[in-house]
Structures are given as C-alpha cells and as structure tokens.
Nanobody
Framework: QVQLVESGGGLVQAGGSLRLSCAAS????????MGWLRQAPGKEREFVAA?????????YYGDSVKGRFTISRDGAKNTVYLQMNSLKPEDTAVYYC???????????????WGQGTQVTISS
C-alpha cells in the first residue's frame, strides 16, 4: 500500500503557474505509476496527467492540459510533480494525486488517492 500527500495548491491569476507536489510513502514508489486527476464543483472527475513506472516514465495528458501541464517524478524523493503553466479559470478544481499498478493510466479509478489540494484560478 502507498500513502500520498499533495501540496502546492493555491490561488493564482489566469496566465500564472503553480507546481503541485505529491509525496509518497509506504510500498516502493518505483512500483507505481502516478497520476493527477481533478474535480471541479458540479463536474465529473477528470484525468489530468499520468507518468508510468516503466520506461523511465512514459507520460500521458488529458486534452485540456496538453502543452500547458508537465508531470514528472523524482524516485530519490518519492515525489511526483505537476507543473501547471498558462493557467485558466477552468483549471479551478481540487487536484488529486493517485497511484496505480495498472498498465492503463488514462483512467479515473486509481487504487490509491491523496486527500486533494485546491487550485483556484482567478480571471
């Protein structure tokens, strides 16, 4: 089992940047692929990005964030990051870090979840 703790959320103006971090503890971090998902009030959960545990980290992105967000992982620190640039008001949501042993990463039902961190983008 793995425990996940997110940090780095906050309030920024449109066009700004934020970097979210997710610290993992418990079972070997290198055994999990990691994802970021988000949920805005009144909306369904949305896949944002993921990075695999294989092939030095294959990355996947949701269509709404491609070219603006970058996911990365640091094995030495057991941490995954989400660099978010050119932020838009529609990026406002609670962002969740999640972990999976599945080979399919563009999904919503990861096995392990953090508590979430609020990201608010003002126009």
């Amino acid at each position: 089992q793995v425990q996940l703790v997110e940090s780095g959320g906050g309030l920024v103006q449109a066009g700004g940047s934020l970097r979210l971090s997710c610290a993992a503890s418990g079972r070997a971090f290198s055994s999990y692929s990691m994802g970021w998902l988000r949920q805005a009030p009144g909306k369904e959960r949305e896949f944002v990005a993921a990075i695999s545990y294989w092939s030095a980290g294959v990355t996947y992105y949701g269509d709404s964030v491609k070219g603006r967000f970058t996911i990365s992982r640091d094995g030495a620190k057991n941490t995954v990051y989400l660099q978010m640039n050119s932020l838009k008001p529609e990026d406002t949501a609670v962002y969740y870090c999640a972990a999976t042993t599945s080979l399919r990463l563009e999904r919503l039902d990861y096995e392990y979840w953090g508590q979430g961190t609020q990201v608010t983008i003002s126009s």
